[in-house]
């Protein structure tokens, strides 16, 4: 079935340790997402790529960084994870970047951050 | 910039019941709007969506939900809750921001089902 996977499912990283969390897709979607979701809060877009193209939300903090090597994989990058940090990751794909499109999600990692 | 507001945090409902929770929004246009559900641990699932047409919109595992331009509501109901109900509800308004989809989460309902 195509689908949007995530792995791993569960992530745990020490305190200021880099760590990526990453995702595929088997949809062949032009629009690959990145959410984090904190405990009991809605989640909230912390950036997306069409295609190559890269583009921040204006407040996710410059610890995050994503890469998208090809259409299928896009990878999450916490360059010094903080307490704050721990939460549940959502990737998301969609197959244009119209406002009226579904957006697939994947399963979720949750990072733990001890 | 718009809002999603869904006022309860939590619902109980015995099973078999009626359900309805509530979904408010904020836009100066007419929004695209989701309804998607979480079970615990999962990510996100597409209920249903609304872009324009019929009001009344159907969608999967029998839930529906009716858009009201006057109200700023899009309400999620089901006629008789199951136990694999019991998960947790996010309404979201998509919209274009900069020729890019930008959707926004409410705060989410969490749905308990009591026997």
């Known amino acids: 079935d195509a689908m949007v996977i995530q792995n791993p499912r569960y992530q745990v990283t020490q305190f200021g340790k880099p760590v990526t969390l990453s995702c595929s897709q088997t949809?062949?979607?032009?629009?690959m997402y990145w959410y984090q979701q904190k405990s009991s809060q809605a989640p909230k877009l912390l950036f997306h790529y069409y295609d190559k193209d890269f583009n921040n939300e204006a407040d996710t903090p410059d610890n995050f960084q994503s890469r998208r090597p090809n259409t299928s994989f896009c990878f999450l990058d916490i360059r010094s994870p903080g307490l704050g940090d721990a939460a549940m990751y959502l990737c998301a794909t969609s197959r244009e970047a119209l406002y009226q499109e579904t957006q697939y999600f994947g399963p979720g990692t949750r990072l733990l951050v001890l | 910039a718009q809002s999603v507001t869904q006022p309860d945090i939590h619902i109980t409902v015995s099973e078999g019941a009626s359900l309805e929770l509530r979904c408010n929004y904020s836009?100066?246009?007419?929004?695209?709007l989701f309804w998607y559900v979480q079970s615990p641990g999962q990510g996100l699932q597409l209920l249903l969506k609304?872009?324009?047409?019929?009001?009344l919109v159907q969608g999967i595992k029998g839930f529906e939900a009716e858009f009201k331009r006057s109200q700023s509501s899009f309400n999620l109901r089901k006629p008789s809750v199951h136990w694999s109900d019991a998960a947790e509800y996010f309404c979201?308004?998509?919209?274009?921001?900069?020729?890019?989809?930008?959707?926004?989460f409410g705060t989410g309902t969490k749905l308990q089902v009591i026997p």
């Open positions: 949809l062949n979607h032009n629009v």
């Open positions: 836009y100066g246009a007419t929004p695209y």
């Open positions: 979201a308004v998509g919209v274009n921001s900069g020729g890019y989809q930008k959707v926004t």
């Open positions: 609304y872009f324009s047409g019929d009001t």
